[in-house]
């Protein structure tokens, strides 16, 4: 039986409201923390659980908040990022949807560690009806002393505000979501300075990712020690993965990190396998920005080795046959996917959310998208898909923010591994229904 922390008790009847979730021990980490627990002393155990960041990035969160400048005389902010606009990626939403105090929970606590008396939800515009849900948790908070002034009569007090994101992906960039919260255009900011030291209104911030957030709860009440227990080797914990795609079960599952790829793949109480039989063909691993893998690499290394869902097992190869654990959006490919169509489709998207900041992004992503679509439409040119490996070549690492890496790390990969589909594109139109 796969062990579970976040979504342990989801399918208790009523775990939405504050009363069934206290009744399942909620809550009880914000006791733990601030009756016998200093902030340092919460860092301390973040660190020892090995947490890393959930959003894709996968920065150790203890170390994160070890950053935090404690000499800065300014107000420090906690900002949960629950702007999930990756596409492929749907697991914060579920987990703020069924069972939200477990993001508050981890939100107190972290913001007690960190020093913040204000903490930030950023909430993707289009979850409308989770502001909704996320707004009445807050209120349960408040009405029961988990939140606002001299938190269960401590001298620690705490607000939590919740903001609606605009339908812009940048601002799911850490600086972008900064910038943007200040009222102003989320346009990434040049760093250093990172968050940590100026951050949010010039005061020292931390940005972490709803699942990062809602882990929190579980360390401070059993340990990091016990934490570092479940997953495997330097990939401790578990994971949400949202699963779509040409599978039989899409959905979004907590996985113990270590688990086979395969497994996930084809057990029942995971993917159930590709739908109507068909083969595997493709995976993006972790949200579109990671490189896509074919099915025998997603499926086993180069070397040989079973690929297991953890941030090494995913890397190995770098990316000439590896890929990455990312967001955790699992998009699953069969046989008939037309790769690229996907890879324009997908380009056509980080073109359109380009902030336009940086001209390797603004101009390279308009022009990838440009060159796949007349492939895709039966207009290519032999050339075009070297050109396409150099557009996205100058485009990764010249940019501000990663959004650019991600722009063009969909296009290389898919060009590194399904040239063939290219080619057949640009000399056989008439083949692929053109
Ligand atoms: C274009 C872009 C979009 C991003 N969108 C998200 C997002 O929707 N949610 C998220 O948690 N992180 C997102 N990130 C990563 C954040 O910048 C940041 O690394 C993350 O929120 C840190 O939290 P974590 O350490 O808990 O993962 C995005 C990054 C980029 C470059």
Known sequence: MERKILLKNIA???????????????????????????????????????????????FPAGMKWGFIDKKSDKPRYLICNA?????????????????????????????YALGAKTGYIYVRGEYKYIIGILNEAIREAYANGFLGNNILGSSYSLDIHVHSGAGAYICGEETAMIESLEG???????????????????????????????????????GGTEYARYGSGKSTGTKLISACGNINNPGVYEIELGLSVREF????????????????????????SVPILPANLILQTASGEERLFTYESLADGGFVSGTMLGSGGFIVYDEDACIVRNTWNLSRFYHHESCGQCSPC?????????????????????????????????????????????????????????????????????????
């Open 12 to 58: 208790v009847p009523g775990i939405r409201t504050f009363e069934v979730f206290r009744s399942t021990g909620g809550y009880r980490s914000v006791e733990k923390a601030l009756k016998a627990m200093s902030p340092d002393e919460v860092v301390e155990e973040v660190k020892k659980s090995g947490l890393r960041g959930r959003g894709g990035a996968g």
């Open 83 to 111: 702007d999930e606009s990756e596409p492929g990626t749907f697991k914060d939403r579920y987990l703020m949807e069924k069972i939200p105090h477990l993001l508050i929970e981890g939100m107190i606590c972290s913001c």
């Open 265 to 288: 793949l084809f057990e029942p109480q995971y993917c159930g396998g590709i739908k109507n039989n068909k083969k595997l063909k493709a995976v993006i691993a972790g949200g579109s």
């Open 362 to 434: 603004r101009e390279g992503t308009g022009w990838m998208e440009n060159v796949l679509h007349r492939i895709e439409h039966g207009q290519g040119r032999t050339k075009d898909i070297d050109l396409l490996v150099s557009i996205a070549a100058k485009i990764e690492g010249n940019t501000i923010c990663p959004l650019g890496d991600a722009a063009a790390w969909p296009v290389a990969s898919a060009i590194r591994h399904f040239r063939h589909e290219f080619e057949e594109h640009v000399l056989h139109p008439e083949r692929c229904g053109h």
């Open 184 to 222: 102003k255009r989320g346009n990434p900011r040049i760093k250093p300075p990172f968050p940590a030291v100026v951050g949010l209104y010039g005061g020292p911030t931390v940005v972490n990712n709803v699942e990062t957030l809602a882990n929190i709860g579980f360390i401070v009440n059993n």
